[in-house]
C-alpha cells in the first residue's frame, strides 16, 4: 500500500467515525428527549426515523402490524417529527370526542405557514381556528348545506355530467376526470358562484393539480418531515413542485376574491366570498377573521377538501357496482320502486332508500377514503391510558383501523352493504360506528354536502345506466395509491344507457 492510498484510506475512516458519533449523538440526545412512558412503538433510524419502514410498503397494512404489536396507541418517529397514532374506536373517541379540547390542534408545519399563512379552516387551531370555521359553518349553512335548497344546484350539475356519460354511447371511458370536475363545480358553485364548462382548460388543470397534491402531501412525505429539502437543487422529493402547485391555486382563487371586490353588490350575498368580504367591510381588513389571508385560505380549504374527496369516493362506487352485478341490480330495483324512470332521484326519497344508503356507507367503509385523516397536533404534554403525550406530537387518528375492525365488522374485506341493514331491510345503527368523516371538534366540515353528493350521484347513475367492466377479459383491480386519500387506480367502464 503506497502513503496516498494510505492517507485516503485514514480520511474515509476518519469520515466514517465522525458519521457514526454524529448519528449516535443524535439518537442518545433524541432519546434522552423523549419521556419514560411515552406510547410504545418502533425504534426507527437515527434521522430519518422510521420512514424507510413506510416508504413504498403499505402503511396502513405497517400500522395494522405496529398496532398488533404495541396496542391502540403507539408512537414512532417519522423523520424528526414525533408521531402518536391512535387506533380502534375507543381509543379514537376517548381522544378526540372526550378529550377533544386537548387533541383538537394542527400541527402546523411548512405548507401551513409558508402557503396558508396560519389563516383558514384546515391548517389553523385554537381561537383563530373556532371563529373561522364557525364563520364558515353558519356561512355554508345559510348557501344551502346539506338542505333542501342546495339540491337543485346539485341535480343541474348531475344533468351536465349524465349527459357527458351518454354521449360515450356505452363505450369503454375513464370516468375519473369527468367526475372530478362535476364535484368540484358544486363547491366552485357554492364559494364562486359560477360553475365551469367540462372543457374549461384552466379548470381542468387545477383539480388536476389537488389531486396531485392529495398524492404527494401524504404521510412519510418530504414535504411533512424534511421540508429544507426545498432549497436542494432539482426536486426529486417533489417539494418544489407541491408549493408550485398550491401556489397556483392560491393565485386563482385570489383572482376570484378580487373579481367579486369589484362586482359585490350593496347588500346582496351571492355566495361564499361575498359573506367574508361583507364581514371584512363591517370588520375592518385589520381583524385576522376577515382579512384577506383568511378569505383565501378558507376558500382553499373548501375547493381542496371538496374536490377529491367525494369524486374518490365516487369512483370506488362504480368500481364496486361493477364487480357486485347483483348489489347493482338490487340497487336499481328499490330506485325504480321508490322514484321510478321519468325524474331523477331527490333527497325526499333518502328515507325509503335504505338498502342504496347501507351501499354508500359501504363504499365509504370499504373505500377507506381519508384512511389516516389529516394530523391533529399536540399543543402541550397530555397524560392519555398512563402514557404521555409530548408536546408537539403529531397525533394521527388511525380511522382504518375502525374500517377493517373484525370486530366492528364481521369480514371485513367483504363487501356487504346488507351488514348495515336490519331484518326489517331498514339502517340497523351500524352505520354510525363507519367513521369515514374523522370524528370530535374537527371533524369533516363538509360532511354533509359530502353525503348529499354521495346520495344524488350515484342514484342518478344508477336509475340511468348499467355499469359494465371494460371487457371481460380485463381484470379490475381493487388496488389503491395512498396519499391523503386513498385512491383507486384508474380503469374504464361502460355505461349502458337504460332510460
Ligand atoms: C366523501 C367525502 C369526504 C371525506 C371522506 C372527508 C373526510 C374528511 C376528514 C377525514 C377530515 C379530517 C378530520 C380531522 O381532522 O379529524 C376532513 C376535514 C375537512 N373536510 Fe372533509 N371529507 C369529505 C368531503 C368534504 C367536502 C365535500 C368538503 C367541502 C366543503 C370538505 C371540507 C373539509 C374541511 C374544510 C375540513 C377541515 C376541517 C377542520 O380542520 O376543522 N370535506 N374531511
Redesign the pocket.
Known amino acids: 500500500m503506497d502513503i496516498l492510498d494510505f492517507s485516503s484510506l485514514l480520511t474515509f475512516n476518519t469520515v466514517t467515525v465522525a458519521i457514526v458519533v454524529v448519528l449516535l449523538i443524535l439518537l442518545v440526545s433524541q432519546l434522552l428527549q423523549w419521556p419514560a412512558n411515552l406510547p410504545p412503538g418502533p425504534t426507527g433510524y437515527p434521522v430519518v426515523g422510521c420512514i424507510p419502514l413506510l416508504r413504498n410498503r403499505n402503511i396502513l397494512e405497517v400500522f395494522r402490524k405496529f398496532r398488533a404489536q404495541y396496542g391502540d396507541v403507539f408512537s414512532l418517529k417519522i423523520g424528526p417529527n414525533l408521531t402518536v397514532v391512535i387506533n380502534g374506536t375507543d381509543a379514537l373517541k376517548e381522544a378526540?370526542v372526550k378529550r377533544g379540547d386537548e387533541f383538537s390542534d394542527?400541527p402546523g408545519g411548512f405548507l401551513s405557514k409558508n402557503i396558508f399563512k396560519n389563516r383558514g379552516?384546515?391548517g389553523t387551531s385554537g381561537e383563530h381556528?373556532k371563529h373561522t370555521?364557525t364563520f364558515s359553518l353558519s356561512t355554508?349553512r345559510n348557501l344551502g348545506f346539506g338542505r333542501r335548497s342546495l339540491e337543485s344546484r346539485v341535480q343541474e350539475e348531475i344533468a351536465a355530467y349524465l349527459d357527458v356519460i351518454e354521449k360515450q354511447n356505452g363505450k369503454p371511458y375513464d370516468m375519473k376526470e369527468m367526475t372530478v370536475l362535476a364535484i368540484s363545480n358544486i363547491?366552485c358553485s357554492i364559494t364562486f358562484g359560477n360553475r365551469f364548462e367540462y372543457t374549461d382548460a384552466k379548470f381542468k388543470r387545477l383539480t388536476s393539480l389537488i389531486a396531485e397534491n392529495f398524492r404527494l402531501n401524504s404521510v412519510g412525505s418530504a414535504v411533512r418531515s424534511f421540508p429544507w429539502v426545498i432549497y436542494l437543487p432539482g426536486d426529486f422529493f417533489n417539494v418544489k413542485k407541491l408549493v408550485q402547485n398550491f401556489t397556483d391555486i392560491k393565485d386563482f382563487v385570489a383572482e376570484q376574491i378580487d373579481e367579486h371586490r369589484n362586482t359585490i353588490g350593496e347588500d346582496c350575498q351571492r355566495d361564499f366570498i361575498d359573506a367574508f368580504l361583507i364581514q371584512q367591510k363591517k370588520h375592518g381588513e385589520g381583524d385576522p377573521i376577515y382579512d384577506d389571508m383568511n378569505v383565501t385560505a378558507s376558500v382553499m380549504?373548501?375547493f381542496i377538501?371538496?374536490t377529491d374527496?367525494?369524486a374518490t369516493?365516487i369512483r370506488w362506487a362504480i368500481l364496486y357496482l361493477i364487480l357486485n352485478k347483483p348489489i347493482q341490480d338490487k340497487l336499481r330495483k328499490e330506485i325504480v320502486r321508490v322514484v321510478g324512470t321519468s325524474r331523477l332521484p331527490s333527497l325526499a326519497d333518502k328515507p325509503e332508500m335504505p338498502y342504496f344508503e347501507a351501499f354508500i356507507t359501504e363504499v365509504?367503509r370499504m373505500g377507506d377514503?381519508?384512511p389516516l385523516?389529516?394530523p391533529?397536533g399536540a399543543k402541550k404534554d397530555i397524560r392519555f391510558r398512563g402514557m404521555v403525550i409530548p408536546k408537539g406530537s403529531t397525533l394521527i387518528?388511525n380511522?382504518d383501523s375502525v374500517m377493517t375492525d373484525p370486530e366492528l365488522f364481521e369480514n371485513p374485506d367483504k363487501f356487504q352493504p346488507e351488514r348495515f341493514l336490519g331484518k326489517d331491510g331498514k339502517l340497523n345503527g351500524k352505520e354510525r360506528d363507519v367513521l369515514?368523516?374523522?370524528?370530535?371538534r374537527?371533524?369533516?366540515?363538509?360532511?354533509s354536502?359530502?353525503r348529499m353528493?354521495?346520495f344524488l350521484f350515484m342514484t342518478s347513475l344508477v336509475q340511468r345506466f348499467e355499469f359494465l367492466p371494460e371487457s371481460t377479459d380485463k381484470l379490475l383491480s381493487f388496488d389503491a395509491t395512498l396519499g391523503v386519500t386513498r385512491a383507486s387506480k384508474d380503469y374504464s367502464c361502460r355505461a349502458v344507457k337504460l332510460v
Open positions: 378526540f394542527r379552516i384546515g381556528w370555521r355554508l363547491i380549504n373548501l377538501a371538496g374527496t367525494t369516493s365509504l377514503i381519508a385523516s389529516v391533529h387518528p380511522l369515514a368523516f374523522s370524528l370530535g374537527r371533524v369533516c366540515l363538509g360532511e354536502l359530502a353528493e354521495l
